[in-house]
DNA sequence: CTGCTTATCCCCCTTTTAGGTGATTTTATC
DNA sequence: GATAAAATCACCTAAAAGGGGGATAAGCAG
């Protein structure tokens, strides 16, 4: 069975890496890439491939969104996440985004063989170090209700808690207990120590 | 004239990539390729190339302090930075660290190949965004002093003035001016708008 | 229906920040 | 040796943040 294969990626040297890597596999047919979003849906219009290898930093939409689209769009095409980054944040809403994957670009080609195979049988795939930061990392995870990821989006824009509590009509008490809430689920002290925890978990 | 060609990049595919797209290029030769910071210090001890093209971001150290060693221990090696990220930070640390060139990962095989011909020239080259994000946002640039970075890493791990200032043996109202003066720098009212710009302008 | 979460609100009090203004010493540079 | 930049220290005031406590209403799941 000859595997379809689609990249998304906007990084010129990515795609010709994954074509030179795998072009000399025999059941994966090569049928194209596209380096932003919008061309990755025009695409879609006119083939659907097995499977796509999707980039999360896209110039136009994130991978995330993108991922989003074509899985509402075209079920029955498995998404593969490609990505630099081994962020827990990342890979958990590409999965909710329905995505069959996570592969790191440091994937040797052994990997990504694995992966195709994996996905190609309905099962899911994760690079050794994305599956570890799932695995071993579920303490450190943080969830924030909605309201909080507001409030918390306000305080790195600068925005003291008067000013937040007027701009979502609620009072500044109020913001004070989000904010109190976010800290305590960040476990950091400060303002300071918040804004560069969240940074670093993906949250801003 | 024949260019010797090294690259380090801790992505397969990358240097799969670059490989494919320069393989058929009579005038290059692909010396090797390392994926972290000390094979490729390593692989210099027993050959030279003419170009190094280097990852920022790589496991062990960082390309730009990568970069700074390899200068500084071979002066007649060229380097030129690779990187995803388009950040005037990166840029200008490469540079001041001795680096010939900036490329963006996205870069076409005809700007690698005008890459590694100017640098080969003695000439500079850069990433037609790398250049712009150079022309064109000369006032955003900020420049700390050694004490202002101490003062900011810290309040970004959390630590409050006078616990900053026990850290660093000098007044809590020392470290009280030193915050301000980086507040005014960044052009932000309070500390958490401060930490999050710093972490966009690659402080953090 | 009961417990749980979310979102809302309020109080007290202490510490920390931020804005303003000013000054001294050290260090580097011309 | 003069000049400029960096680093140091100080005082005042007001605003904001953080730590503690507690309360109520709405919605949801077992």
Request: proline content about 2%.
């Amino acid at each position: 069975m000859i595997t379809k294969l689609f990249i998304v990626d906007d990084h010129y040297m990515v795609i010709e890496g994954i074509h030179a890597l795998l072009q000399h596999e025999k059941n994966i047919e090569w049928v194209g890439h596209a380096m932003n979003a919008s061309s990755c849906m025009a695409f879609l219009q006119q083939q659907l491939p097995d499977i796509i290898l999707m980039d999360i930093n896209l110039p136009d939409t994130s991978g995330i969104e993108l991922c989003k689209t074509v899985k509402e769009k075209y079920p029955s095409v498995n998404v593969v996440a490609l990505s630099t980054f081994n962020q827990q944040s990342f890979i958990k809403k590409m999965i909710e985004n329905g995505a069959s994957g996570y592969l790191l670009k440091n994937a040797s080609t052994k990997e990504m063989l694995e992966c195709i195979e994996m996905t190609m049988k309905g099962k899911s795939y994760f690079s050794f170090e994305a599956a570890q930061t799932l695995r071993y990392q579920p303490d450190d995870e943080i969830i924030l209700t909605l309201r909080e990821k507001e409030v918390l989006a306000l305080i790195a824009e600068g925005l003291t808690n008067p000013e937040i509590g007027k701009r979502l009509f609620i009072s500044t008490t109020t913001v004070d207990s989000h904010r109190k809430n976010i800290l305590t689920k960040f476990n950091v002290k400060n303002t300071a120590a918040l804004i560069h925890a969240a940074v670093k978990k993906g949250f801003l």
